[in-house]
């Protein structure tokens, strides 16, 4: 019984890991507790080395000192103080007007406000309750259908996870060895291909169904003209206008750069290019419009208007803070920093920012920020006594010999993933999972940050699937759960039910999975620099050819080898400083070569060697 236990201690430990859970104990003290009991156990039966649990407190110490950590609260306290502040309030608002008179167009806004909060405060506990309080009212009193509703919300609020700068990125980034920078990149195009699936399904909807998303009546549409126009076409106008200058920009770049460095550039990073050349775009409207306000030129409606001042502000903080660790001008700590004071700039300018935001702010972002450093210490604690029981050697057995190769790991894990989410978040799964998945996945040759983008997509159904999604529980406690009266149109609003924010989830956790497959699919999707890969096999030394012969000093002495052997002169004198002034009485006198004669090939290989150390005058 003790050879048994002693044998397979890793697969145990796993198994009471999951009891210690599933009895309800934090995760963070179920961690550590594991991991400690098990070593004790694994000393006790010699199958753990004592000395191994000596290095735990320099990895407790290492936690402490990684910058990149940092980063996590820099963003949240960026994400809160611009949802405390009303900048998802206005966003909604004013997206809501833009596209409210089409039919779906409260639920399109709901989306693009999610992705545009997902890329400016990561935070999806914040995207879902500030959505569900502000949109779903609206939409229950427009006739929304409520799964569609609930559903949109809730999905809207997980692209948090996935748009950079998510806090999920940052954690998957440390526990995979790859740069945050690069899990950004990689990250970017699935998100706002996954927008794209989201707003596909609210407008497949709204076209086969359209009982179930109406328009915005008449009376609900505040920013007209006063001619009763919509004002658009100008907004259209000043979209197509900036896009154009923004498009020329981008192919004249590599000429700008060249005139500010004073040097010719030919090619520039294309994603520096994007960057610099939609701020530019954005900049122009910006520009645009407080010129059309300040000189009254009426050349704008009130929406464009509108529109400007709402979303300039957010893009540009999402271009001070992405495009600089886009570009390398900063860290991700760094751009946190830069994101978390532009967001403090920003609640000033708008005049909402106060003692009682900056507490809540501030003690929010602690609680998170004490949260994951506590977990991150228990995965430590549990990671170093499952490595010294060889865990990691059980798991690569384990799944190395899946049939299907990469493929059939991908499957299984993404399988494992899925169904660990129904009861683990995702800095669980980030802390404890994924350090058993990496150097599997590693050995069978799939690059990490594609493996990390394509588990961050993954887990966004943590937030999203019934019964135990985190978002749907975020949606429901700010969603009526009794019968309420309306207060602009004095109508009896029925309740959303538990069951409607569950159903409403279904088609977006489908959706989800669908984007799992096409980035399994095209591996393509998940952009990452290229690296040349250098097969040592094939590296050949060559030296140069004929070197002109520079006379000057020999740096080892007169008459002396470079290889360090001493040389005889041409009289037969021994030049071996140990020995200086006689000589070998049973060494043959050196012979020089005769003017003309040629060289042998190892002479001629020893003057090569002589001329190549020979130091130039």
Known sequence: MMQFIAQNLA??????????????????????????????????????????????????????????????????????????????????????????????????????????????????????????????????????????????????????????????????????????????????????????MYLLWVVGVAVFRPQLAPALPLEARIYREPSGSSGTPSLLVLAVLCTIVAVFFAQNYPAVVSWIKGSEVLTVATDETVVVSMCVGVLLAFGLAVANKVL??????????????????????????????????????EGGAMGALGAFAMAIARRRLNFTLLKQALATTTKLSSFVVFILIGATIFGLTFQGVDGPLWVEHLLTGLPGGQLGFLIVVNILIFVLAFFLDFFELSFIVVPL???????????????????????????????????????????????????????????????????????????????????????????????????????????????????????????????????????GANTDPAQPGTADPGATPAIPNPPGAELSSEQEEQKRIDELFAPSK
């Open 11 to 196: 697969p145990i430990m796993f198994v009471g890991l999951i009891v210690f859970l599933l009895f309800g104990f934090p995760v963070a003290f179920s961690l550590g507790a594991c991991g400690l009991f098990f070593a004790v156990i694994g000393i006790e039966m010699g199958v753990l080395p004592e000395a191994l649990m000596q290095a735990l407190p320099l990895r407790l110490f290492g936690i402490m000192q990684n910058d990149t950590l940092l980063a996590i609260p820099f963003f949240t306290l960026m994400g809160l103080i611009l949802e405390r502040s009303g900048m998802a309030e206005d966003l909604l608002d004013t997206i809501g007007q833009l596209f409210g008179p089409l039919r779906g167009g409260l639920a399109v806004a709901v989306i693009l406000v999610g992705a545009l909060l997902a890329a400016t405060t990561g935070v999806v506990a914040a995207s879902v309750i500030s959505m569900g309080l502000i949109s779903l009212p609206i939409m229950l009193r427009y006739g929304y259908d409520r799964r569609l509703a609930s559903g949109a919300i809730a999905a809207s609020g997980t692209l948090a996870q996935i748009i950079p700068p998510s806090l999920v990125l940052i954690v998957l980034a440390d526990q995979l060895g790859r740069s945050v920078g690069d899990m950004y990149k990689g990250a970017f195009v699935p998100g706002f291909i996954l927008t794209g």
């Open 437 to 571: 998945l990496a150097p599997v996945a590693e050995k069978l040759g799939i690059d990490l940050v594609w493996f990390g983008v394509l588990l961050a997509v993954n887990m966004q159904t943590s937030f999203m699937h019934p019964p135990f999604g985190f978002a749907l529980f975020y949606l429901r406690s700010v969603a009526p759960d009794k019968e309420y009266t309306d207060k602009v149109t004095r109508k009896q609003i029925a309740p959303v039910t538990t069951m409607q924010i569950y159903w409403g989830a279904v088609p977006f956790v489908a959706i989800q999975l669908l984007m799992v497959a096409l980035i399994i699919a095209f591996p393509g999707i998940v952009s990452r620099d290229k690296q040349e890969v250098i097969d040592l096999d094939k590296v050949k030394i060559e030296l140069p050819p004929d070197i002109p012969f520079t006379p000057g000093p020999n740096p080892f002495g007169p008459g002396s080898d470079p290889f360090g052997q001493p040389s005889a002169d041409p009289s």
């Open 296 to 333: 009254h030129l009426g050349l704008l409606s009130r929406m464009a208007e509108r529109v400007t001042f709402v979303l300039i502000p957010p893009l540009l903080l999402i271009f001070l803070v992405l495009g600089t660790i886009f570009l390398g001008v900063a860290t991700p700590t």
